[in-house]
Nanobody, 128 residues
Framework: QVQLVESGGGLVQAGGSLRLSCTVS????????MGWFRQAPGKEREFVAA????????YYRDSVKGRCTISRDNAKNTGYLQMNSLKPEDTAVYYC?????????????????????WGQGTQVTVSS
């Protein structure tokens, strides 16, 4: 059974930081590419960042570039999203996702239908 379990969400003041983690089990972690998405109330789920299986290729939505860093530790079957300088508009449920197919372009990375497995989400709330 494939499981993606996110952790690290919470309530933080604007300007603060959080590190989200996503631990994967049930599939070979090294063979999967990973992404982070978020969904705010009343809005569609949107792409945040993605990383390929090797950690070589990373992609970010424009609004988080320079503030977020996606990474992975294949030895721990865990992916991370470090978020700094958080803003109230970052408030959302954050989901990690994994996909077997390669991520080679931003256009590939951002399509949520391209991901095979999803976590349950972790709430991030940024107060002003």
């Amino acid at each position: 059974q494939v499981q993606l379990v996110e952790s690290g969400g919470g309530l933080v003041q604007a300007g603060g930081s959080l590190r989200l983690s996503c631990t994967v089990s049930g599939v070979p972690f090294r063979g999967n590419n990973m992404g982070w998405f978020r969904q705010a109330p009343g809005k569609e789920r949107e792409f945040v960042a993605a990383i390929d299986w090797s950690g070589t290729r990373v992609y970010y939505r424009d609004s988080v570039k320079g503030r977020c860093t996606i990474s992975r530790d294949n030895a721990k079957n865990t992916g991370y999203l470090q978020m700094n300088s958080l803003k109230p508009e970052d408030t959302a449920v954050y989901y990690c996702a994994a996909r077997r197919t390669y991520i080679t372009t931003m256009e590939t990375a951002r399509v949520k239908e391209g991901y095979d497995y999803w976590g349950q989400g972790t709430q991030v709330t940024v107060s002003s």
